[in-house]
C-alpha cells in the first residue's frame, strides 16, 4: 500500500497518531503537503461521507475520523503557509449557528494565512451577530461564513441582512458543500468558492 493510502486509511479508521506519524513520514519522503492533503486526506473524508450516508457508519466513527483529518491537516499548516508574509488584511471566519461541521472551515482559514491574511477564527455555532461584531471590532475586510448543513446555510442570509444593518465595510463570502454560486447571489452575499484555495483568493481580491 502507498504511504498516501496508508495515511487515507487510517484517517478512515479514527487513529490519529497513527496519521501524524504517517504525514510526517510522507513530508520526510518528499511528498508535498498538497498532495498529502488532495490525494490522501480529502479522498479519504469523501469516502468517509458515502458511509455515513448509506448507514454504513455512525456519528462517532465519522468524529473520529475528523479528528484524525484535523490532527492530519494541522501538521500540514506549515508548508501551505507562506513564512514572514506582511499581513494583507484581516478575515473573521466560522461555521455558521447550529452547524458544527469545522474541517472545511479549518482549511479555509489554513489557506487564508497561506496567503499573508490575519485570520480570527471564530470556530462552529457562530450566530449572525458574533460574526458582525467581530467584524466590526476588528476593522475586518472580509467575513468568511461556512456552512454544511442545508439546514444551517440559511443562517447565511442572517448575516448579510446584519452587515448591511450596521453598514459594515467587511464583505461577506460563503462557501460549503451545500453552497453554490445561485444561493450566494439569492442572499446577497458578495461571493462564493467552491474550495478552500479559491476562498483564500476571494477573500485576497476583498483587501485593499
Ligand atoms: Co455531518 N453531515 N452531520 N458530521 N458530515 C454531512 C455534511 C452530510 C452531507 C453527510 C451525509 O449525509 N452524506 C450530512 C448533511 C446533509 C445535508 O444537510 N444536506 C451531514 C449530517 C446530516 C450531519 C448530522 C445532522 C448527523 C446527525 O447527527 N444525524 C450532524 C449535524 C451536527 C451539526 O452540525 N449540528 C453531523 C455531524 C457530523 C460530525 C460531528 C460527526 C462530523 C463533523 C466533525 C467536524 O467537522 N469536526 C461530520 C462530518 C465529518 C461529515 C462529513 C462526513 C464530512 C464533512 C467534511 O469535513 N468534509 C459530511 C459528508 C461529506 O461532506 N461528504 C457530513 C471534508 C471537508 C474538507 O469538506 O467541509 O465541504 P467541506 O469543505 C470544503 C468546501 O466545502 C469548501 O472548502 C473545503 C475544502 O475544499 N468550504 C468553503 C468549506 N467551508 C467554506 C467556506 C468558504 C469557502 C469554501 O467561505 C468563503
Given at each position: 500500500?502507498?504511504?498516501?493510502?496508508?495515511i487515507?486509511?487510517?484517517?478512515?479508521?479514527?487513529?490519529?497518531?497513527?496519521v501524524?506519524?504517517?504525514?510526517?513520514?510522507?513530508?520526510?519522503?518528499?511528498?508535498?503537503?498538497?498532495?498529502?492533503?488532495?490525494?490522501?486526506?480529502?479522498?479519504?473524508?469523501?469516502?468517509?461521507?458515502v458511509?455515513?450516508?448509506?448507514n454504513?457508519?455512525?456519528?462517532?466513527?465519522?468524529?473520529?475520523?475528523?479528528?484524525?483529518?484535523?490532527?492530519?491537516?494541522?501538521?500540514?499548516?506549515?508548508?501551505?503557509?507562506?513564512?514572514g508574509?506582511?499581513?494583507?488584511?484581516?478575515?473573521?471566519?466560522g461555521?455558521?449557528?447550529?452547524?458544527?461541521?469545522?474541517?472545511?472551515?479549518?482549511?479555509?482559514?489554513?489557506?487564508?494565512?497561506?496567503?499573508?491574511?490575519?485570520?480570527?477564527?471564530?470556530?462552529?455555532?457562530?450566530?449572525?451577530d458574533?460574526?458582525?461584531?467581530?467584524?466590526?471590532?476588528?476593522?475586518?475586510?472580509?467575513?468568511?461564513?461556512?456552512?454544511?448543513?442545508?439546514?444551517?446555510?440559511?443562517?447565511?442570509?442572517?448575516?448579510?441582512?446584519?452587515?448591511?444593518?450596521?453598514?459594515?465595510?467587511?464583505?461577506?463570502?460563503?462557501?460549503?458543500?451545500?453552497?453554490?454560486?445561485?444561493?450566494?447571489?439569492?442572499?446577497?452575499?458578495?461571493?462564493?468558492?467552491?474550495?478552500?484555495?479559491?476562498?483564500?483568493?476571494?477573500?485576497?481580491?476583498?483587501?485593499?
Amino acid at each position: 500500500m502507498s504511504i498516501l493510502n496508508e495515511i487515507s486509511d487510517a484517517m478512515q479508521r479514527g487513529r490519529a497518531a497513527s496519521v501524524k506519524e504517517l504525514v510526517n513520514k510522507a513530508l520526510s519522503e518528499g511528498i508535498s503537503a498538497k498532495s498529502i492533503l488532495e490525494d490522501a486526506l480529502l479522498p479519504g473524508m469523501d469516502i468517509i461521507g458515502v458511509k455515513f450516508k448509506n448507514n454504513h457508519i455512525y456519528v462517532p466513527e465519522v468524529l473520529i475520523a475528523a479528528r484524525a483529518m484535523n490532527a492530519g491537516s494541522e501538521l500540514l499548516k506549515p508548508y501551505l503557509t507562506e513564512e514572514g508574509v506582511e499581513e494583507k488584511g484581516t478575515v473573521i471566519i466560522g461555521t455558521v449557528k447550529g452547524d458544527l461541521h469545522d474541517i472545511g472551515k479549518n482549511l479555509v482559514r489554513m489557506m487564508m494565512e497561506g496567503k499573508g491574511l490575519k485570520v480570527i477564527d471564530l470556530g462552529v455555532d457562530v450566530s449572525a451577530d458574533k460574526f458582525v461584531t467581530a467584524a466590526s471590532e476588528n476593522d475586518a475586510d472580509v467575513i468568511a461564513c461556512s456552512a454544511l448543513l442545508t439546514t444551517t446555510m440559511n443562517e447565511m442570509k442572517n448575516i448579510v441582512i446584519k452587515a448591511k444593518e450596521v453598514n459594515l465595510r467587511a464583505k461577506v463570502i460563503v462557501g460549503g458543500a451545500p453552497v453554490t454560486e445561485s444561493f450566494r447571489e439569492s442572499i446577497g452575499a458578495d461571493g462564493y468558492s467552491q474550495d478552500a484555495a479559491t476562498a483564500a483568493e476571494l477573500a485576497l481580491s476583498f483587501c485593499n
